[in-house]
Nanobody, 124 residues
Framework: QVQLVESGGGLVQAGGSLRLSCAAS????????MGWFRQAPEKEREFVAA????????YYADSVKGRFTISRDNAKNTVYLQMNSLNPDDTAFYYC?????????????????WGQGTQVTVSS
């Protein structure tokens, strides 16, 4: 089992940047494929990005491609989401998740463990 703790959220103006971090417990972090999801008020949770265990393969939602970058540091048991050129539509609660199966997926129910989330608010 792995526990996940997100950090780095906050309030930023449109066009700005934030970097989210997700720290994981446990000694087998590199075996988990990791994902970031977000949920805006009164909307369903949506996929943002995913990364393979080694970090060599990444996958993005079309809405963030070219603006967001997912990465990981397995020595630090941490996955990151660098978010640039933020706009108000990016306002949401952001969650990281861990998948025990070695499949990059945009489907939230495939993920086995979830963090508590961190709020990102982008003002216009």
């Amino acid at each position: 089992q792995v526990q996940l703790v997100e950090s780095g959220g906050g309030l930023v103006q449109a066009g700005g940047s934030l970097r989210l971090s997700c720290a994981a417990s446990g000694r087998t972090f590199s075996r988990y494929y990791m994902g970031w999801f977000r949920q805006a008020p009164e909307k369903e949770r949506e996929f943002v990005a995913a990364i393979s265990g080694s970090g060599g393969i990444t996958y993005y939602a079309d809405s963030v491609k070219g603006r967001f970058t997912i990465s990981r540091d397995n020595a630090k048991n941490t996955v990151y989401l660098q978010m640039n050129s933020l706009n108000p539509d990016d306002t949401a609660f952001y969650y990281c998740a861990a998948d025990e199966s070695p499949i990059l997926s945009r489907i939230d129910r495939r993920y086995d463990f979830w963090g508590q989330g961190t709020q990102v608010t982008v003002s216009s």
